[in-house]
């Protein structure tokens, strides 16, 4: 079955640094959003992308925060500085309509020094 | 703003038995879709089940069901005949039906642990 796959597994950053996670989502999916999940917390929504632009963002994502389809094939989450408050877990997740249940990868845990 | 309440932060049910894990949300509009999704201690986010609020019927998946009540905007899980694989942490998940916010809305989440 497809799946959704994320790299690296995991990330560590020291602040200030930037950092970019990667996806590559279902290979016939149009649909791809970011989550994080904070340890212990509950998953949190940060950006739907559709037709190589953002389609909803949520108010973490602020200006530190961009995503990029470089190509056919990777989605990606970049934190141009980052803080010790972005340590999380991010989930890549995407779809093949805006209705169609979301399918996500394993996670990226990202652990900023 | 939607929003989605789990009220069980953990839950415990002995190998075998039924388990029903409660989730209610807000919403103002009249379609929509609600998941239940299943994170193991790997991680990894799994789609458990699917409701179509245009749908009556409870939706089911094996020993997973679902007791959707529109009118108290209630959702809960039932899973029957308990796995130890199916420990995990649930997470309650609302999505509005079409227009541009496709993004999902999740519960804080229940625990659940399975006794052998």
């Known amino acids: 079955e497809p799946e959704v796959t994320q790299t690296p597994s995991h990330q560590v950053t020291q602040m200030g640094q930037e950092v970019i996670l990667r996806c590559v989502p279902i290979?016939?999916?149009?649909?791809f959003y970011w989550y994080r999940q904070i340890l212990g917390q509950k998953v949190e929504f940060l950006v739907s992308?559709?037709?190589?632009?953002?389609?909803?963002k949520s108010e973490i994502f602020d200006d530190q925060f961009s995503v990029e389809r470089p190509d056919g094939s990777n989605f990606t989450l970049k934190i141009r500085s980052t803080k010790l408050e972005d340590s999380a877990m991010y989930f890549c997740?995407?779809?093949?309509?805006?209705?169609?249940?979301?399918?996500f990868g394993d996670g990226t845990r990202l652990s900023i020094l | 703003a939607q929003t989605v309440t789990q009220s069980q932060p953990e839950m415990s049910v002995q190998e075998a038995e039924t388990v029903t894990l409660s989730c209610t949300y807000d919403?103002?509009?009249?379609?929509?879709?609600l998941f239940w999704y299943k994170q193991p201690p790997s991680r990894q986010m799994i789609l458990v089940i699917r409701?179509?609020?245009?749908?009556?019927q409870n939706a089911t998946e094996n020993r997973f069901s679902v007791n959707f009540q529109k009118a108290a905007k209630s959702f809960s899980l039932k899973i029957s005949d308990s796995q130890l694989g199916d420990a995990a942490m649930y997470f309650c998940?609302?999505?509005?039906?079409?227009?541009?916010?496709?993004?999902?809305?999740f519960g804080k989440g229940t625990k659940l642990s399975v006794k052998p």
């Open positions: 997740a995407s779809s093949g309509t805006m209705n169609q249940p979301q399918h």
């Open positions: 290979s016939n999916h149009l649909y």
């Open positions: 992308f559709y037709n190589n632009e953002i389609s909803e």
């Open positions: 919403t103002s509009e009249s379609d929509y879709y």
């Open positions: 409701q179509e609020a245009y749908k009556q």
């Open positions: 998940a609302y999505r509005n039906y079409g227009g541009s916010q496709g993004n999902l809305i």
